[in-house]
């Protein structure tokens, strides 16, 4: 028997087979992923084959190769991972210039990290509704920072709806993983575009009381249109990116175009003459967020510490 992996709740997993039933199920014993030291080796979107038991439930005995996945680095330095969802066709980075304040370092690693797995980014940008003249006047200008990047950026509020119906066509026939800092209302807008799937949301809207983590565990929810929404918990920070100089240059899309025009191939962009890209940062071709952003990844690679990205 095949099937889909829906839910996770830390033990047990919700796995939908090709006929249509949801059976709990449970890793073997001695079952490991080869390769990825993670806190839980099966994760929400894994393809898996399972064998049924006496109880109506089931053990999972193999997991099909991932397309793709996005990894929550643990806040400790155990080195372990968290798979937040596994096969994706591409992320919803949902992001508040307000209650709570999404900031640019945190986007900019997230976009990062998505070129890296090769999943496509839309940035929507949520809670319009409670936005002042002037945050609303950020908020645009960072619409347009991105889009001129090449993200395609929507500006909603899930609480009046407004907005929300531009990205319905979006989701069609496509596994959509939602995902931004705890509070910034991803289960909100979950339940807007799919008012059975009834969320558990925060409470209280509170600025100050953030990093709540309301949601808990990842969980895929079935569109009627065709495709799946999958609701995470909010991240706060990444664990230290390891990467050369070049790579990362390539996961800022715009700091790899300039990037061609510098003198020297294995440029940092940090100091060498003839750079390019800092010719463009000092000319506002490149925003200067972005190149901070830059440089706070760069600095990882020699740092061994997890990096709270506010
Ligand atoms: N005014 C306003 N409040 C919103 C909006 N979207 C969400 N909220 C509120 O923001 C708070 C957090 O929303 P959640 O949907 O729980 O946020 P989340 O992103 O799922 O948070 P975690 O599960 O902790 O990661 C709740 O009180 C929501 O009612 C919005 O567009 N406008
Ligand atoms: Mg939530
Ligand atoms: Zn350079």
Redesign the pocket.
């Known amino acids: 028997m095949k099937g889909l992996v829906i839910k996770n709740t830390g033990s047990w997993y919700s796995v939908k087979t090709d006929d249509g039933q949801v059976i709990e199920s449970k890793i073997k014993g001695n079952f490991r992923l080869k390769g990825i030291r993670s806190t839980s080796p099966v994760a929400v979107g894994d393809r898996v084959e399972l064998v049924a038991n006496q109880e109506g439930t089931a053990f999972i005995s193999a997991i099909e190769d991932r397309r793709n996945y996005i990894i929550r680095k643990s806040q400790n330095l155990s080195k372990q991972s968290h798979i937040l969802a596994a096969n994706v066709d591409q992320a919803f980075l949902?992001v508040t210039v307000n209650h709570p304040q999404t900031s640019t370092i945190f986007i900019d690693r997230f976009l990062a990290s998505a070129e890296a797995y090769r999943v496509p980014v839309v940035l929507i940008f949520?809670?319009s509704?409670?936005l002042t003249e002037d945050e609303l006047h950020y908020e645009r200008m960072m619409m347009t920072l991105y889009q001129t990047i090449g993200y395609a950026c929507h500006e909603v509020?899930?609480?009046?709806g407004e907005g929300v119906g531009q990205l319905i066509p979006l989701l069609q026939d496509k596994i959509t993983l939602l995902s931004?800092n705890?509070?910034?209302?991803?289960?909100?807008?979950i339940n807007r575009i799919l008012p059975n799937a009834n969320l558990r949301?925060?409470?209280?809207?509170d600025a100050h009381n953030t990093g709540?983590?309301?949601?808990t565990f990842s969980e895929m929810l079935e569109l009627p249109e065709g495709g799946y929404l999958i609701d995470t918990?909010?991240i706060k920070g990444f664990g230290t990116f390891d990467m050369e100089p070049e790579e990362l240059t390539s996961y800022f899309k715009e700091i790899f175009k300039f990037s061609e025009g510098c003198r020297f191939s294995n440029c940092t962009h940090t100091h060498e003459p003839g750079c390019a890209v800092l010719a463009a940062v000092e000319n506002h071709h490149i925003a200067a967020s972005r190149y901070q952003s830059y440089l706070s990844m760069l600095e990882d690679k020699d740092s061994n510490k997890y990096r709270e990205a506010y």
């Open positions: 949902l949520n809670k509704d409670l509020s899930a609480a009046t931004g705890s509070g910034v209302g991803k289960s909100t807008l949301t925060a409470e209280i809207s709540m983590h309301t949601t918990p909010g």
